[in-house]
């Protein structure tokens, strides 16, 4: 099985920030990456697909980069409705498998 | 709109079963691959398992920890996705979603999700 894993697993930031979050594959996964914003008692939301493609609907502040092992979430001026968990997702190969998430915090 | 909405969760004892179910609507149901995700309280998600669509003759995959006791199916006819689930185990409490996919870009909607607890 291909490990996602995911980095930080929390971190505190105010509005305005930029924010990085990291996965890195245990073998490589092409761009077959997805990335997910989940808010408390909801269901996921899609944010970035093929590594970098941004869902439509979504925000242009939120971007998505890497290939292979190496895949980042920014978020280039962090908003009050963007304080969530973050997952990422590879599809490239079964079982799918998940990040273990990010908690965005407020400072 | 795509519209995803799961039912069938509940209370079940260890070694019981449940039948979950998600109807599917705004979108060709029948073109799509479907996915069940689920989440244990305060967790992460983890995949449970797929049906790809007719073209690809419904054949399935699973996640390890559920092969053998859970079974995803579809009936086209009535855009709706289904997991039977048997042999429940404490751990199988979770909130479970339905999923959607769309080809070359994995998972794109899900649905609300339906808590299922397994306790006695």
């Known amino acids: 099985d291909i490990q996602m894993t995911q980095s930080p697993s929390s971190l505190s930031a105010s509005v305005g920030d930029r924010v990085t979050i990291t996965c890195r594959a245990s073998?490589?996964?092409?761009?077959?990456l997805g990335w997910f914003q989940q808010k408390p008692g909801k269901a996921p939301m899609r944010l970035i697909y093929a590594a970098s493609s941004l869902q439509s609907g979504v925000p242009s502040r939120f971007s998505g980069s890497g290939s292979g092992t190496e895949f980042t979430l920014t978020i280039s001026s962090l908003q009050p409705e963007d304080f969530a968990t973050y997952y990422c997702?590879?599809?490239?190969?079964?079982?799918?498998?998940f990040g273990g998430g990010t908690k965005v915090e407020i400072k | 709109e795509v519209q995803l909405v799961e039912s069938g969760g509940g209370l079940v004892q260890p070694g019981g079963s449940l039948r979950l179910s998600c109807a599917a609507s705004?979108?060709?149901?029948?073109?799509?691959?479907m996915d069940w995700v689920r989440q244990a309280p305060g967790k992460g998600l983890e995949w449970v398992g797929r049906t790809r669509n007719k073209a690809n003759s419904y054949t399935t995959e699973y996640a390890a920890s559920v092969k053998g006791r859970f079974t995803v199916s579809r009936d086209d006819s009535k855009n709706s996705l289904y997991l039977q689930m048997n042999s429940l185990k404490t751990e199988d409490t979770a909130v479970y979603y339905c999923?959607?996919?769309?080809?070359?870009?994995?998972?794109?909607?899900w649905g609300q999700g339906t808590l299922v607890t397994v306790s006695s």
């Open positions: 999923a959607r996919i769309t080809p070359g870009t994995g998972i794109d909607y």
């Open positions: 705004g979108f060709t149901f029948s073109d799509h691959y």
């Open positions: 997702l590879q599809y490239n190969s079964y079982p799918l498998t």
């Open positions: 073998q490589g996964i092409r761009n077959h």
